[in-house]
DNA sequence: TGAGGAATAGACCATTGGTCGGTATAATAG
DNA sequence: CTATTATACCGACCAATGGTCTATTCCTCA
């Protein structure tokens, strides 16, 4: 076989491509660690060269993940002109929409991430997602709490308590996709949207607001998202789920 | 090597039973068939005569664990002189003694168990003790809704949140027991106290409830039990932590 | 008693994650 | 422009794993 040498970095980079694509598609403990090095058209001893483990890769993929995710919310955490409630607000609004859209954008992909095979994998990218986003939420929640706008008396509690919420939405939503028929779809959303009602009304509560001061993303939004790519589907998404084994 | 028949009812049961052992400590994954079969003494055939594969034989052993918790909270379900109000706190007390004393009782294995590697084995534990549980809460808070004690549009909705708290809380109580030297606990059980404090107030106020309504077991309950069992630990747990491989 | 199914044994298999000795290429020094 | 070293890469090899298969023994019941 003819030997290829690419930038570390771009070889690392695509390892973790090729890794991503395999195990969202058939699930961390199925996608073997000869089908990623296929798949990236190297070695056994590359791929050891850059990984020290099937594990290692996938905590490296679980970083990524959390760090694009923090990346993506940075300019509502710098912004000057929000005060603790409106930060809130637009972090959650921010991280659903992100959520939604990437669901959208990878449909059958989403599909598969929340099966059963899927667990390690998924808990693994919630673990470095929570690392990252747990300090800026207490630190928001602080801030709340010091100029008198949030009550409560545990701010890493509650912060805990956003993002099981957060976890939790992901879980409905993953069901919203499962859907077969349109109108189970209908259903999903319908559900969804119940689903994060409750949640705003459940954090005003917690962090002593009035009713409707959270606020997570508008509601229909989701059902606006959905039926665009439901009719427009994206070439990625169908590449992935006509790839079966 | 000598043949053994048993009664098949026996068998299966001996075989969850090494099962659970060797999953408890080792972890789902990292322990073998092999293992398993050599502990229950039998040959390979003779496992797959009783599951048709090492992921079944977890399916089951979540559902004997889902079995035996919901069983467990049958008086409470059952007691007519309980109101709504009453039947949820005493579920929420008794599954968190349940919890506090299991992890007394076998405490080296509750070290291990929320450990990366008893991911699995956790969570489908918990899919099996939701699916159980799930249906009982929806009862109790719909009752109470209709009475008048809760006020909430979403019965599903809180009971997820109920058994989301439920979970959250195996964390907390997983840090208290990996804690190393004493101060550690010390400052670990604080922390599970404080946190059930906020459930306890976020329950209240997510279902309407005035402050203090819902009470999840009693404080100072966990440092007494955890206190009396480290000075005098169980021998299955001792067992369990010498035999490191 | 004997036939047939349930229960058990263990050799065997493909695949898996991981190791290892070696080779080509890039970077650096002389 | 070499010589040397470090890095990137290759692929044969390994033990262990979950799972299959055939053969045997035991129990049941007609």
Redesign the pocket.
């Known amino acids: ?8 970095e771009l ?1 690392r980079e695509e390892l973790l491509n090729h890794a991503q694509a395999l195990f969202l598609t058939h699930g961390y ?9 296929a798949a990236a ?17 996938l905590e490296a993929l679980a970083e990524r993940f959390a760090r694009q995710a923090l990346a993506g919310v940075q300019d509502v955490l710098a912004d000057p002109a929000l005060d603790p409630l409106g930060r809130l607000n637009a972090l959650l609004a921010k991280s659903r929409q992100a959520k939604i859209e990437t669901a959208a954008e990878a449909w059958a992909l989403f599909e598969t991430l929340f099966r059963p095979e899927n667990l390690v994998l998924f808990h693994r990218i919630n673990l470095a997602a929570s690392a990252s986003f747990s300090p800026v939420l207490v630190e928001i929640i602080r801030q709340g709490v010091e100029d008198g706008t949030f009550r409560t008396f545990d701010a890493e509690g509650v912060a805990d308590i956003v993002m099981q919420f957060g976890m939790a939405t992901h879980d409905v939503i993953a069901k919203a996709f499962a859907s077969g028929s349109d109108a189970d779809l209908e259903i999903a959303i319908e559900a969804l949207e119940k689903r994060v009602r409750l949640y705003e009304i459940a954090l005003d509560r917690i962090l002593g607001l009035p009713d409707g001061s959270i606020r997570i993303g508008e509601p229909g939004y989701v059902r606006a998202v959905m039926a665009a790519r439901r009719a427009n589907p994206s070439p990625s998404a169908a590449a992935a789920s006509r790839k079966s084994r």
Request: glycine residues 6%; charged residues 25%; proline residues 9%.
């Open positions: 076989m003819p030997r290829i040498v690419k930038h570390p070889r403990d199925k996608a073997s660690l000869n089908d990623v090095i058209g190297i070695s056994k001893g590359a791929f050891y060269h850059y990984f020290p483990s099937k594990e290692a890769l």
